[in-house]
């Protein structure tokens, strides 16, 4: 058995294919008050995948079994995640599940959306890059199984936070691209420049004409490139951006009404809408939830 398959109290959900299937859905998803940069999902049983995937921050997901769907990142197709691998995906990149519809699954997923614990680990200060989706390494799958322990114990942060920087050293040693080498050769400098433009003008309606003349290209020739690239065509990259924008800044416990205007959206009833159709539920139950 996982050693922290019965760690704390699951949240049960009851799906109707589930439901049918004679199985639930087991999450929980949450941060403690003295680590707000760091978010835990935790999932067992029958499973949807979202359309796509991306966050703010780095994600580490640990995988224990089940049968996870293969998946699309940087315009790369992978298999399924094997038990006691780790998918490193960074942030505000672009993973699809492809495969449709529930499916089984037990993993639990680390997001890091402050960037310095990140920092503190790498060589030099610089932020670390993953040349892969995926690696194959048990010792560091069974340290944040302990992590993850500590967390719903109630182990101290100061602790928490040791083993968690330790972990991260381990990591990008053991496998992230060595400082200087090259990346993304697939990704030309103005398909770079616009994704810029998308992150930092996040709360703008930027126009496609806009987008193309940064790129020096036709609309069309964007939208394709752009989708090849990064797994989605522009403006679902802006949506994605905002989206995973809002589910932080209502973790930090921020209004719903501050985080729509932040994460531009009109309103707080247009993010309720974009958000429920995401994630399942509205705005302020997220927040409630992860409070």
Request: glycine share 8%; hydrophobic share 40%.
């Amino acid at each position: 058995m996982h050693p922290i398959s019965n760690a704390f109290d699951w949240c049960q959900h009851r799906c109707a294919i589930g439901a049918s299937a004679g199985g639930c859905r087991q999450e929980r998803r949450w941060r403690r008050k003295e680590l707000p940069w760091l978010e835990v999902l935790s999932v067992r049983g029958f499973y949807c995948y979202p359309e796509f995937i991306l966050d703010r921050g780095y994600t580490f997901s640990i995988m224990w079994g089940g049968a996870p769907p293969p998946m699309r990142y940087r315009g790369l197709d992978h298999p399924p995640a094997a038990p006691e691998t780790i998918t490193v995906a960074e942030p505000d990149e672009v993973i699809q599940p492809l495969s449709a519809g529930p499916t089984t699954a037990h993993f639990t997923t680390f997001t890091v959306l402050d960037p310095q614990p990140l920092l503190d680990a790498t060589w030099g200060g610089e932020l670390p890059q993953f040349d892969r989706l995926t690696y194959a390494d048990p010792e560091l799958c069974t340290g944040f199984a302990a992590l993850h322990l500590g967390l719903t114990k109630g182990v101290d942060h100061k602790t928490l936070r040791s083993k968690f920087a330790a972990l991260l050293q381990k990591l990008v040693r053991r496998h992230a691209t060595p400082p200087g080498a090259a990346t993304e050769p697939h990704r030309p400098p103005a398909l770079r420049t616009v994704r810029q433009i998308l992150r930092e003008r996040m709360d703008s309606n930027i126009g496609l004409d806009e987008l193309a003349a940064v790129a020096g290209c036709s609309r069309h020739h964007l939208v394709r490139s752009f989708r090849q690239a990064y797994g989605v065509p522009p403006h679902r990259y802006r949506t994605l951006l905002r989206l995973a924008s809002a589910r932080a800044l209502l973790a930090q416990g921020l209004p719903a009404a501050e985080v729509a205007a932040r994460s531009g959206y009109f309103d707080q009833s247009q993010l309720n809408r974009h958000f429920r159709e995401a994630f399942g539920v509205s705005a302020g139950a997220y927040a409630r939830a992860v409070q």
